[in-house]
């Protein structure tokens, strides 16, 4: 287990730190070594992963995504390649049943021509479900195999080897797909509305007067107003799926730690792990649920006009 010979505290802050890749400032490091200049290299505790700053990356939650993403894509274009007319079976008719599904939230929800969001939207869906089933894995294996590469491969410290498996509890992630829905919502929130009227949008409402010199008055304060508004969603769609899920991976490893307790303890948290675990399968599901919707509504409210307000 990778909380051999580690405190409870250590334990969690083991697991709740991600493998970064980084420049690193000059100074001693954890092992008690001591960097005579900024270095490129794997930081050995959550300190030195954030003094590395803006001049790292988490390779664990960039791995599993990419990884993830990958096994999405070849898992429905192989099926695309040999779907068969007929009854669907197997595999084929679990996936015709998630297009379905989606189809119809995007043609309840997005009512305008665009063959982009159906696609996205599926993309979402499925992408941000495989990435919250990394949470049902138990904690300490995969964990526990990085450590023992880690340790074969570079003789490092098995302390020294971080590996976060859900890439959803990294708020790099999820902020990062929040912030490419946002880039989308710029773009066609001024492709079809014009920038003179996106801007409008933005100062004209919700304050407004028939009176010329009122709304001129009002215009700072709407777009204050609107551009608060405007920001806050992807900062409540990256942050929404990273919380959930941040908390559910944390009772995960709270639990984990009641099986070195003792019997009684063990198998306490053995049932509470079944229990729990069958609740967070609604959690995954659910929260890649919300961002797909909330993705469709916000393209959705892109294409609004002045009249649609």
């Not at 200049?37 to 988490?58: D, H, K, P, R, Y």
């Not at 608060?228 to 992807?234: D, E, G, M, Q, W």
């Amino acid at each position: 287990m990778s909380g051999e010979n580690l405190t409870p505290s250590q334990y969690i802050q083991h697991h709740l730190t991600n493998l970064t890749y980084g420049k690193l400032p000059a100074g001693p490091r954890e092992d008690g070594t001591v960097l005579h200049e900024a270095t490129w290299t794997l930081a050995q505790s959550g300190e030195e992963s954030a003094a590395m700053g803006f001049n790292a990356v988490n390779l664990d939650s960039i791995g599993w995504s990419l990884v993830l993403g990958t096994l999405f894509y070849l898992l429905f274009r192989g099926l695309a390649k040999r779907i068969t007319p007929g009854v669907p079976t197997g595999f084929q008719n679990f996936a015709e049943m998630i297009i379905e599904f989606v189809q119809d939230n995007v043609k309840s929800m997005f009512p305008y021509k665009n063959k982009m969001v159906a696609p996205l939207a599926l993309t979402i869906l499925v992408w941000v479900f495989l990435m919250n089933f990394m949470d049902l894995i138990a904690v300490d294996l995969l964990p526990f195999i990085a450590k023992e590469i880690g340790v074969n491969l570079f003789s490092a410290n098995p302390h020294h080897v971080f590996f976060k498996v859900v890439p959803s509890t990294d708020p790099n992630i999820t902020l990062g797909m929040a912030c490419a829905v946002f880039l989308l919502i710029l773009f066609y929130s001024v492709k079809e509305k014009g920038l003179i009227g996106f801007l409008k949008e933005l100062s004209l409402h919700p304050f407004s007067s028939k009176n010329i010199l009122i709304q001129i008055l009002c215009i700072p304060i709407n777009f204050v107003l609107e551009f608060v508004n405007l920001i806050a969603k992807p900062i409540s769609l990256g942050l929404r799926l990273f919380g959930n899920m941040y908390a559910g991976e944390m009772i995960f490893i709270l639990i984990s730690l009641m099986y070195g307790s003792g019997v009684l303890m063990g198998m306490f948290g053995g049932g509470l792990q079944i229990i729990w675990t069958l609740f967070h399968i609604l959690i995954i599901s659910l929260q890649a649920f919300i961002f797909m919707v909330l993705t469709i509504v916000y393209l959705n409210m892109a294409y609004e006009t002045d009249e649609s307000h």
